[in-house]
């Protein structure tokens, strides 16, 4: 795709998973673009403290990772579960 777009395009898309294909891992397909849409969205009623407090690149690598954090974040059905996560795993995020 990087042939077909703008260098600065063709980096937008890879960060934020854009028109990829599901991640696959042992636990099934996880669909990156909508975990970062439902990060971004838990975030927004908080945003001046995650603006300060939330390393967002690190957040979403950790959520779209196998394992017990990566799984404990992606089904945080809210913006206050996430937030209690966030700050028990302060040092990590």
């Known amino acids: 795709m990087s042939d077909q777009v703008p260098a600065e395009t063709a980096v937008f898309l890879a ?16 669909d ?11 975030l927004y009623t908080v945003r001046s403290w995650a603006a300060q407090a939330v390393d967002f690149r690190r957040l979403l690598h950790v959520a779209l990772t196998p394992g017990e954090k990566g799984r404990a974040l992606r089904r945080a059905s809210s913006a206050t579960d996430l937030l209690q996560l966030l700050r028990s795993c302060s040092g990590d995020l």
């Open 32 to 42: 990156a673009y909508a975990v970062r849409l439902a990060c971004l969205a838990s």
């Open 15 to 30: 960060e934020t998973h854009a028109y990829s294909p599901p991640l696959r891992s042992g636990e099934g397909a996880i």
